[in-house]
């Protein structure tokens, strides 16, 4: 049984990010209804342009976009949510130097969580965590003797912003990792105590590629059209598992669709990669573009030790190829 029927009314927080464009695309496929907040009505307006190209019907009966300046306001999210059957948020704050990354990033994962506890229609909430938040190896450390299930916690890289705080140093990517590490932590712990009328599912992608669905270049999409550039930031980041975009869209449609998900972490990582064979697939098919080469990418080899048995089976054995996720981004940000 579904935990959810086609027909039920999501609420994507933040539909025109980059991955949750391609959540809500999924979820209508689904037949699902989307009530999508969006900060910038332009880009609402290009949403559903894109969407329309997909083939969907995004008309206002189908997409509801809903415009919000402060996400950070319950009154608002009361609003956002309101007779919802089910809630997806991918969203996350901005990095911001000046204060604590971490504690905002739980708290921004918290108080929708609260919200949504205090309305009765929402069976489902889906949460956007990352593979960081279970794997050490995304902040140096060794490879888990265990393979990474569900089950696996990235607590090194709780110890490591610790470490770094106590001596007054600031890492942002080791704040995201703990944070989300911490927030999910808070979040799991929520639902043991206040037990809502809804069950909590998080998913864990990794580094996501994939093609842009409109607008310019973003987050790690970003990054790469920088590697066209010979830009080498992304071979210190030393990407070693990846996930295309559009199978991150579909694992958080199934998620909402899908009992036996329920009360689960799902990792939504396609397979391992490392950055040479990054640099190689768009040198192939971009040769021309100035990418880094020589000793940038020799870094050492990380450990596939991931278990994406759950996600794999959801998708059918069938997960986009690095290749195609790598060349498309490049091509959707105009290579
Ligand atoms: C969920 O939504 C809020 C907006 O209130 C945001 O600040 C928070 O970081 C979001 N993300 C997740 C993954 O929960």
Same mark, same amino acid.
Request: glycine residues 8%; charged residues 25%; negative net charge.
């Given at each position: 049984?579904?935990?959810?029927?086609?027909?039920?009314?999501?609420?994507?927080?933040?539909?025109?990010?980059?991955?949750?464009?391609?959540?809500?695309?999924?979820?209508?496929?689904?037949?699902?209804?989307?009530?999508?907040?969006?900060?910038?009505?332009?880009?609402?307006?290009?949403?559903?342009?894109?969407?329309?190209?997909?083939?969907?019907?995004?008309?206002?009966?189908?997409?509801?976009?809903?415009?919000?300046?402060?996400?950070?306001?319950?009154?608002?999210?009361?609003?956002?949510?309101?007779?919802?059957?089910?809630?997806?948020?991918?969203?996350?704050?901005?990095?911001?130097?000046?204060?604590?990354?971490?504690?905002?990033?739980?708290?921004?994962?918290?108080?929708?969580?609260?919200?949504?506890?205090?309305?009765?229609?929402?069976?489902?909430?889906?949460?956007?965590?990352?593979?960081?938040?279970?794997?050490?190896?995304?902040?140096?450390?060794?490879?888990?003797?265990?393979?990474?299930?569900?089950?696996?916690?990235?607590?090194?890289?709780?110890?490591?912003?610790?470490?770094?705080?106590?001596?007054?140093?600031?890492?942002?990517?080791?704040?995201?990792?703990? %944070?989300?590490? &911490?927030?999910?932590? #808070?979040?799991?712990?929520? =639902?043991?105590?206040?037990?809502? *009328?809804?069950? @909590?599912?998080?998913?864990?992608?990794?580094?996501?590629?994939?093609?842009?669905?409109?607008?310019?270049?973003?987050?790690?999409?970003?990054?790469?059209?920088?590697?066209?550039?010979?830009?080498?930031?992304?071979?210190?980041?030393?990407?070693?598992?990846?996930?295309?975009?559009?199978?991150?869209?579909?694992?958080?449609?199934?998620?909402?669709?899908?009992?036996?998900?329920?009360?689960?972490?799902?990792?939504?990582?396609?397979?391992?990669?490392?950055?040479?064979?990054?640099?190689?697939?768009?040198?192939?098919?971009?040769?021309?573009?100035?990418?880094?080469? %020589?000793?940038? &990418?020799?870094?050492? #080899?990380?450990?596939?030790? =991931?278990?994406?048995?759950?996600? *794999?089976?959801? @998708?059918?054995?069938?997960?986009?190829?690095?290749?195609?996720?790598?060349?498309?981004?490049?091509?959707?940000?105009?290579?």
């Amino acid at each position: 049984m579904p935990a959810l029927p086609p027909g039920s009314l999501i609420v994507v927080v933040g539909i025109t990010g980059y991955i949750a464009c391609y959540a809500g695309l999924e979820a209508l496929r689904a037949g699902f209804r989307i009530r999508g907040t969006v900060r910038d009505t332009q880009r609402a307006a290009a949403l559903r342009v894109a969407y329309e190209k997909f083939g969907v019907d995004a008309s206002p009966e189908n997409l509801e976009l809903v415009t919000f300046d402060d996400l950070g306001s319950e009154a608002q999210l009361e609003v956002a949510f309101a007779d919802a059957d089910g809630v997806i948020n991918l969203t996350m704050p901005e990095f911001d130097s000046e204060d604590d990354y971490v504690s905002r990033m739980i708290d921004g994962m918290m108080l929708p969580l609260r919200v949504a506890a205090r309305v009765p229609s929402i069976k489902r909430y889906v949460m956007t965590s990352t593979l960081a938040a279970a794997d050490p190896q995304l902040v140096g450390g060794a490879p888990t003797a265990e393979p990474i299930t569900e089950h696996a916690w990235n607590d090194e890289a709780v110890q490591l912003y610790n470490t770094l705080r106590a001596a007054g140093e600031k890492n942002q990517w080791v704040e995201y990792c703990a %944070g989300k590490t &911490l927030g999910e932590k #808070a979040a799991w712990e929520f =639902i043991e105590k206040n037990k809502p *009328t809804w069950d @909590l599912v998080t998913i864990f992608p990794a580094c996501t590629w994939g093609p842009v669905m409109f607008g310019p270049a973003r987050t790690t999409a970003q990054i790469l059209a920088g590697l066209l550039e010979g830009d080498p930031t992304l071979c210190y980041m030393r990407p070693y598992t990846y996930v295309d975009v559009r199978d991150c869209g579909k694992l958080h449609a199934i998620a909402i669709a899908e009992e036996s998900f329920g009360g689960k972490r799902t990792i939504a990582a396609a397979g391992p990669t490392n950055i040479k064979e990054v640099v190689d697939k768009l040198k192939k098919s971009f040769p021309s573009a100035k990418l880094p080469g %020589g000793p940038s &990418l020799e870094v050492p #080899a990380s450990k596939w030790n =991931i278990d994406n048995a759950v996600a *794999t089976r959801a @998708l059918d054995n069938e997960w986009i190829s690095v290749e195609d996720a790598v060349v498309e981004t490049a091509k959707s940000v105009g290579y």
